[in-house]
C-alpha cells in the first residue's frame, strides 16, 4: 500500500540533494508531485517543474494559485554562505535569510490557505540551527528561524495542519563538499568528521526522504510542532572525537 | 561579601569542584560545612581553611539524617545545599557491573535525593526568614550529550537534570530554589582520572598530547577550572539570584554550543 496515495504535494529546492529525493521519493508512495528552483528544468526530472526563486513573494503566491488544493508542502530550497559575521555582506544576508528565512515563510503564506484539512509541512531545518557550525553564521541563523516558524505554524494551524522540521546533519551533497572545502585538509577533515558518527557514515538524501515520508504521511497525524533530527547519532556525542578516547 | 551570615552545606565538599566552591564560599562570608567520605576528599591533603568538616557517604540516609541534625543542632536553619558529590564510572553499559550502575546511581542521584530530602525543613526555615534559600544540583554536560565510555554516569546526570526541575516545580512555592550547574570538563582528579584512566585508551598518545587535544577542541581553547564553576555555584546560592529556579545552567568554555570542529 503507498503511503501518500491520493496526496498533493510541493517541494521546493527539487534539482538535486535531498529535495530531488524527497521529490522521488514522494513519486514512489503514490503522491503528486511538483517542485521548484532556480533556473529551467533538470533534464531527467519525473514530475512537473515551475522556475521559482522563493523569495519572491510575488511569483511564489503565482505558483501556489497555479497549484490549486495540496495536501504536502516541502520547504526543502535553502542556501548556505560560508563566512563569519564580519565577512558577511548585505548581500550573503539577503541571499541566505531571502531564500532560507523568507522563502519558507513566503511558500507556507502562499500555499497554507489552499492545504486541505489533515494537510502536512514539513521545513528542512538543520543540527546547525541548534548547534553551530563554524563559519556559518547566517546559514545557522536562517535554520532557527526555520525551527521557531515552525512551533508556530504548527500552533496557529492545527489541527487542520500539521508543521514539523527535519533537522539533517552531514547529509552526502554539494554542500557537505562545500563545507569540507572550508578545511585546511579536506580529506583528513572528512575522515575525522566520519569517525563521529555512531552510524561511521555520513546521511544520504534518502535518509531524510525516509523522514519526510512519515511526516507528510497518516502515519504522522499526531506528530506536529517537532524537530526531527537524523545525522546519524552526531549530535547525541561530545564534540571531542571519540577517536581520541 | 556576598554570602554574609549565610549557612552553607557542600557534599563533596573536599573533592575538586566542591572543595573550590566552600573555599569560595568562606571567602564571601558563608558558613560552611563541607561534607566528604574523608578529610582529604579527593585529593591528596587538606589544610584547614576555617570550613567544619563533616564525614559523609551521602548514599546513606542514616548519616544524611545525622549531618542535618547538626546543622539544625548548631545553626538552627540551612540558606544553600550544594550537591556536588559525584562518581563517574568509565565504562560502557557491556562493561559496567551491575555493583559499579548501582553505585553510580546511589551518590550522584540517591546522595542529592537524600541530602535535598532531609535539608528541606533546615532551607524551609531559613526561606521562612529572607528572600530564598537555594538548592545546586551538579548535573553535567554529559546529560545532554554523551562522552563515550561513560554510560552510567551520563545518565545520572542526566537523572539530576529531571530532579532538579522536579524539586524546583515542588519546593518553589516554599522559597526553595533549585537549580543545576552542568559543567564541561573541569580540572579535576574525575577529569584526570578520565584521561589516565583504563577506558580511555590513549591509544599511543601522550596525557599531554591528549589534554592538548581536549582544550584545542573548546571554541574558548581551555578547559574549565573548579573556580569557573564555583564562581556560577556563588551567583546561584546568592540572593541575586532569587529569580533563577529550575535551570540547568551549561559551564563548558563552549564546547556543547559547537556541531563540530574541523581543525585540519
Sequence with gaps: MKRLLGKRAFVTGGRQGIGRAIVEAFLAEGAEVETCGRGAAPEDLPCPWHSLDVSDGTAVEAVAEAFGEIDILVNNAGIQ????????TDADWDLVVGTNAR????????????MRRGGSIVNLGSISGQLADPSMALYCASKAFVHALTRSIAVDHGPDIRCNAICPGWIETGMLEAGFALAKDPARAMEDARARHATGRFGRPEDIAAMAVFLASDEAAFATGQLFTID?????????????? | MRLEGKIAFVTGGRGGIGRAVVARFLREGAVVYAADLSEAGSLDRHDADGSRFLRLDVSDEAECIAAMAQVRAESGHLDILVNAAGIEIEKTIEETSLDEWNRSFAVNVTGTFLTSKHALPLLRAAAAEGPSASIVNFGSYDGFIADPGLASYCATKGAVHALTRAMACDHGPEGIRVNAICPGYIDTPMLQSFFTGEGSGAGGKSIGDLQQAVRDVHPLRSYGTPEDIANLVTWLASDEARYASGQLWVLDGGLSAQVQQMKV
Design chain 1, 81 to 88: 554562505v560560508e563566512k563569519t559575521v564580519i565577512e558577511s
Design chain 1, 103 to 114: 522563502g519558507v515563510f513566503n511558500s507556507c503564506r502562499a500555499f497554507l490557505p489552499r
Design chain 1, 232 to 245: 546519524g547519532g552526531l549530535t547525541a556525542a561530545s564534540p571531542l572525537n571519540p577517536g581520541l578516547f
